[in-house]
């Protein structure tokens, strides 16, 4: 019960310092809401390009062109062969007959269907082929190499050297994008231990007063800790409110999609309180931490 009573005392406390230095406080949270907004756009960002960038990866598709002399039993073995290897979704394997890709063709197109639509099986110059997905876009290349050896494969093509460059783009973006998310935190604690520094050597007569009457280093550290907290709290409720409608009115205006219909944004709806969720982690984390380096440093409890 005791600890509880304390708590309680510091908490209380801890409110009548945010409003009884209101201006200092009004500061702290200006500048916690300013940096929250930015790591909010930095984070939903993050994430969408993540996510286009797996949607990308999950639609490269490995096409092996077979033989043209090839039999039916050939081909059955062959589904053996691929689905044998390394890195292969196994359920993503699937075999596309020749006629079948040629009435697609048709379908798709006035002069195909004119050139196409007498061609018998034996004529048609087009190949079966086996669609391919791979479990690790980066070991793709190895993949397409292992498939070529096999025999009764003709030419195997995935669009390679294009993969590769998106590969290696789309990793960059996420290390620079991590790397803004981490940095603009870093930032944020920054500002709050210098604000709550301000508002510390202005009460400095308090504390003395406090440690005269034998209060300890951690009834000290306490109120300071949870006025960081409130701050943090206070400064990321209007980064939550934009972050909740800005997103969802962006994902309505443009349909979903950015541009072209490969670039989906992510749903909002569990997504934006996730988001949230965050935003009120880092302000709380990032506004106790911020207040426990200012009074570490520079009162030297």
């Known amino acids: 019960m005791k600890a509880f009573r304390i708590l309680g005392r510091n908490v209380r406390d801890s409110f009548k310092s945010v409003f009884r230095n ?147 783009v789309f990793d960059v973006i996420r290390k620079v994008s991590i790397a803004i998310v981490v940095s603009l935190i870093l930032v944020t604690a920054f500002l709050i231990a210098n604000t709550i520094k301000i508002a510390i050597m202005s009460r400095k007569k308090e504390i003395e007063i406090m440690r005269l009457v034998g209060a300890s280093n951690i009834n000290i550290k306490l109120p300071f800790m949870f006025e960081g907290l409130i701050l943090g709290i206070l400064g990321s409720i209007i980064p939550i409110i934009i972050t909740v409608y800005g997103y969802t009115a962006l994902y309505n205006h443009f349909d979903g999609q950015l541009f072209t219909q490969f670039i989906k944004l992510i749903h909002p709806g569990a997504f934006i309180y996730l988001v949230s969720l965050v935003l009120l982690a880092i302000g709380m984390i990032v506004g106790m931490f911020g207040s426990y380096r200012a009074v570490r440093k520079y009162l030297k409890i």
């Open 22 to 168: 209101f201006s200092l406080s009004l500061a702290s949270i200006s500048c916690i809401t300013i940096t929250l907004i930015v790591v909010a756009v930095s984070i939903v960002l993050t994430l969408n390009v993540n996510n286009f960038t797996s949607l990308i990866e999950k639609d490269v598709t490995i096409v092996a062109f077979l033989k043209t002399d090839i039999t039916e039993e050939e081909i059955d073995k062959l589904y053996d062969e691929i689905i044998a290897l390394d890195n292969i979704e196994k359920e993503n394997v699937v075999f596309k007959d020749k006629m079948d890709i040629s009435k697609e063709m048709m379908a798709e197109s006035e002069t195909f269907r004119s050139i196409m639509q007498n061609w018998s099986r034996e004529e048609s110059p087009i190949q079966d082929t086996y669609q391919i997905k791979v479990t690790d876009i980066n070991l793709i290349h190895k993949t397409a190499d292992d498939l070529r050896k096999i025999d009764n494969i003709d030419v195997v093509k995935y669009g390679e050297g294009m993969v590769e460059e998106l590969v290696k």
